[in-house]
DNA sequence: TAGATTGTTAATCGATTAACAATC
DNA sequence: TAGATTGTTAATCGATTAACAATC
């Protein structure tokens, strides 16, 4: 019987995977058509048996002795995160956080497409921005029903979040990608992913006290 | 002897500690002294030993049978992280998402206060946004240099990254928050912490893509 | 054949979860 | 004393690293 590849699992690894899909696009585009997983580990400075393993969960092989087919992992990249078919979402809360959004180029190539944006502010209201149009905040039920979305980045001050959130639930968006600091309180069928800006400036902050006590050290 | 409690340790917890931090703010506004960790947990929707084994790493102490001290815990987190002291950083690139960073008051609670925007864009040079002046990126190296400055928060288009990244290695920048997808190729005396979107992005999708074929076998 | 590199299994390491004695 | 909750040690789980046979 065929053994299935582990296809739930393992959140570091898929963080990972956008990294290698641009390095292999890249290695595409210059006629690469085959590469070690040696090699990508060089480029992007990973251990090459992480590489290997965080191939291994998308379904991709390789043939021993040569390498991989550069077409082939980006396929199977693409088809395990859902990157080869296009997911309309929509951006609520228009503001500076929520346009840097909606400049932001790359989330194409990541199966990703704005097609709304939403605001309470009347001076945002009727305007489009990056060709994104932003509509009333309480035109998004109807619209989400009307476009099969299903999908919203909140992009809205911290103190509003949790109320947006619950017209997200009600417009049934599944999928909340959250960037405010509230942690949102769902039903348990819509899935919140957290973007916490503290939570890397945390890191960070501490990587920093280690090299500064590190130096004093010595 | 004493223990030394691990103080290196635990890029999760590190992570977790900015949510309890906030709550506990909250918990000191409201005037609340004491807080098990089974309340925070509850609060925060994380399992209770979950609470108890992050907050270790801080040094927080607390009493059997009582709980902790809220002033203390805030205390000891803060310490942790070096939130205590503020930090001054630089933000390079004043673009779209730039902007967004200088607006997020949220920063200097976390110790951070962002005391000058570089660009190389005239219309910006000049000019203040929320209060923080743009400068010409050539003068970095010397401001940095006259105003102490060692961390950087880079905001650039990926183009540019790598180039902008040795102007900043040698103002002596020491730590550099990365908001560009380009990895940075760094001397091992320069931190560089990377805020991949597109990681979050991934672990979204894939996550969206197990919820809907749990419903289609349903 | 020799060298390279995957596929796969095993070993190690680190984080999470569980259990429980100590004590307020 | 009884209940609550920390402090601490042990058990489990998952991710990373290592090793090596298979094979191009």
Request: charged share 20%; glycine share 8%.
């Amino acid at each position: 019987m065929d053994k299935q590849p582990n296809r739930t699992g393992k959140r570091p690894s898929i963080r990972r995977l956008p990294m290698y899909l641009k390095t292999l696009r890249q290695f595409h585009n210059a006629g690469r058509e085959i590469v070690s997983s040696a090699h990508l580990a060089r480029e992007l400075n990973v251990p090459q048996i992480n590489v290997k393993k965080d191939l291994e969960i998308t379904g991709a092989t390789g043939k021993t002795g040569v390498g991989y087919m550069v077409k082939s992992l980006i396929y199977h990249i693409e088809s395990f995160l859902g990157w080869n078919n296009t997911t309309d979402a929509f951006l609520v809360g228009a503001g500076n956080l929520g346009q840097a959004l909606m400049g932001y180029q790359g989330f194409q190539q990541h199966g990703l497409r704005i097609t709304a944006a939403f605001d309470t502010d009347i001076a945002l209201i009727g305007k489009q921005i990056d060709k994104i149009p932003v509509f009333p905040l309480n035109k998004l039920t109807n619209l989400a029903s009307r476009m099969h979305v299903h999908l919203a980045i909140l992009t809205v001050p911290a103190l509003c979040a949790q109320d947006v959130c619950e017209q997200l639930v009600k417009a049934d968006i599944r999928g909340i990608w959250n960037f405010t600091s509230e942690p949102l309180k769902v039903p348990p069928t819509v899935i919140v992913h957290q973007e916490d800006l503290t939570a890397g400036l945390a890191e960070l902050s501490v990587r920093i006290k280690q090299l500064l006590t590190e130096e004093n050290q010595l």
